[in-house]
T-cell receptor, first 111, second 111 residues
Framework: KAGVTQTPRYLIKTRGQQVTLSCSPI?????VSWYQQTPGQGLQFLFE???????NKGNFPGRFSGRQFSNSRSEMNVSTLELGDSALYLC??????????FGSGTQLSVL | DAKTTQPPSMDCAEGRAANLPCNHS???????VYWYRQIHSQGPQYIIH???NNETNEMASLIITEDRKSSTLILPHATLRDTAVYYC????????????FGTGTKLQVIP
């Protein structure tokens, strides 16, 4: 099976812009979760989607949003980018026994 | 907030066993302990998980104390490729949770 695919791998934006990141889960996995990773904060949970519905959300402002499509692919959007949004954004799909399978991430730099 | 506590860093000599501790004193009866590791700039990789019994697979062993308030991940013969950040998390089976990985333990395997 192909692994979790995230695109793009790298992204450079300027403050005030918005960005959309994409995640394709492992075939057959219906749950997709998103995480933000920064050097000081570690891996922080953003949200989780299952069957096109957001099931849980972390403590992030409303500028961070997501959605899931009928084929389980997911996108996350960050609007009005701030310098502090620079981070590695990871998505994971959930398999049997609640194991998480992560993609390689999107490295976002906000200038 | 993370429900686990790990030391920020550890060193281990190549070929020796690496023992990585994790405290999860508020773990609930239906929460499992999961371990992941992240090699620089890649997504985290699942290692092992357990509920209350000790577990072993091809990568590692997991020892959970009888009161379940702490656990230890054991890499029996550490190699340079085991240098990574190791995360311990707790989560229930099924359902949707805000799983936060925290900052983990940076394991440095020394030649």
């Amino acid at each position: 099976k192909a692994g979790v695919t995230q695109t793009p791998r790298y992204l450079i934006k300027t403050r005030g812009q918005q960005v959309t990141l994409s995640c394709s889960p492992i075939s057959g996995h219906r749950s997709v979760s998103w995480y933000q990773q920064t050097p000081g904060q570690g891996l922080q949970f953003l949200f989780e989607y299952f069957s096109e519905t957001q099931r849980n959300k972390g403590n992030f402002p409303g500028r961070f949003s997501g959605r899931q499509f009928s084929n389980s692919r997911s996108e996350m959007n960050v609007s009005t980018l701030e310098l502090g949004d620079s981070a590695l954004y990871l998505c994971a799909s959930r398999g049997s026994n609640e194991k998480l399978f992560f993609g390689s991430g999107t490295q976002l730099s906000v200038l | 907030d993370a429900k686990t506590t790990q030391p920020p860093s550890m060193d281990c000599a190549e070929g020796r066993a690496a023992n990585l501790p994790c405290n999860h004193s508020t773990i609930s009866g239906n929460e499992y302990v999961y371990w992941y590791r992240q090699i620089h700039s890649q997504g985290p990789q699942y290692i092992i998980h357990g509920l209350k019994n000790n577990e072993t697979n091809e990568m590692a062993s997991l020892i959970i104390t009888e009161d379940r308030k702490s656990s230890t991940l054991i890499l029996p013969h550490a190699t340079l490729r085991d240098t990574a950040v190791y995360y311990c998390i707790v989560r229930i089976s099924g359902g949707y949770q805000k799983v936060t990985f925290g900052t983990g333990t940076k394991l440095q395997v020394i030649p």
